[in-house]
C-alpha cells in the first residue's frame, strides 16, 4: 500500500469557539470533584483559555475534552447531562438573542444567524417541510475527534433556549444524529423528550412547530 505524505493529506483549518461547551464540562466536573487537569492537558486547553473573558479556542480542543471528559466520568452521556445543569445565561448573547424573541421561529432565526459568531465549526440551517421547521447543525471542517457529545449538547442547549424563550413546556417531534449509538437510549429519549435517531444525514438536527408565540 502506497503511504501519503503528510504534507498532501488535506488538513482541516483551525476553527475558533467561545468555549462553552468546554466551559461548562469543567464546571460540571468541578462541581462532581473530579479532577480535569490531566483531561485539559491531553485536549491542550486551561482553566486560563476556558475563563469567561478568554479569546476562545480551538474547535477541536473542545471537542477532544468533551469526549475525554466522557471517557473519564464513564458517563456516555455527559453531553447532555452538561446541558441539562448548565446556566443558559453563560451562553451569552445566543441565549439573549432567543429569550427576546417574539415567536419559536424568530428565536431559531436568531440562533441561525448568529451561531457562527459563537462557534466557527458551526452552521445553522432552517427549512420547512409538510408544516415542519427543521432545524439543522452542519459541522464545518473536519477532525479526528468526535463530536457525539458536542452534538448532543448543543441539542439539549437549544431545546432549553426555547423553553425558556417560549415560557412553556416545549419540546421537538423528533431528532436526528450523525453519530452511531447503541447505548443510552432509554435515557436520551426521556431527556430530550421525542424520538431521537443516530446515523442519520445531519449532524443534529431537530423537527418543530415553530408557529408557537413566546409568553
Known amino acids: 500500500m502506497k503511504s501519503v505524505p503528510e504534507s498532501d493529506v488535506p488538513q482541516s483549518p483551525f476553527l475558533w469557539s467561545r468555549g462553552t461547551a468546554a466551559r461548562e464540562t469543567l464546571r460540571y466536573l468541578d462541581r462532581n470533584g473530579i479532577d480535569a487537569e490531566p483531561l485539559l492537558l491531553k485536549a ?89 421547521t427543521v432545524l439543522a447543525v452542519r459541522p464545518i471542517g473536519w477532525y479526528d475527534e468526535s463530536r457525539q457529545q458536542f452534538s448532543e449538547f448543543i441539542a439539549l442547549a437549544v431545546i432549553r433556549a426555547l423553553n425558556r424563550a417560549t415560557n412553556r413546556d416545549f419540546a421537538p417531534s423528533r431528532m436526528t444524529f450523525a453519530h452511531p449509538r447503541n447505548s443510552g437510549l432509554r435515557e436520551i429519549h426521556r431527556i430530550l423528550r421525542c424520538p431521537v435517531e443516530f446515523a442519520q444525514t445531519t449532524d443534529s438536527g431537530c423537527s418543530l412547530n415553530a408557529s408557537w408565540s413566546c409568553r
Open 44 to 132: 491542550e486547553l486551561s482553566r486560563g483559555l476556558l475563563s469567561p473573558d478568554s479569546d476562545g479556542i480551538s474547535v477541536a480542543s473542545q471537542h477532544r475534552f468533551l469526549e475525554l471528559a466522557a471517557i473519564e466520568t464513564n458517563d456516555s452521556l455527559l453531553g447532555l447531562h452538561v446541558a441539562a445543569e448548565m446556566d443558559l445565561r453563560d451562553a451569552g448573547i445566543l441565549f439573549y438573542l432567543a429569550a427576546a424573541s417574539t415567536t419559536v421561529a424568530e428565536a431559531l432565526e436568531h440562533l441561525a444567524r448568529y451561531a457562527e459568531a459563537a462557534n466557527e465549526a458551526v452552521h445553522l440551517e432552517i427549512s420547512q417541510h409538510k408544516g415542519e
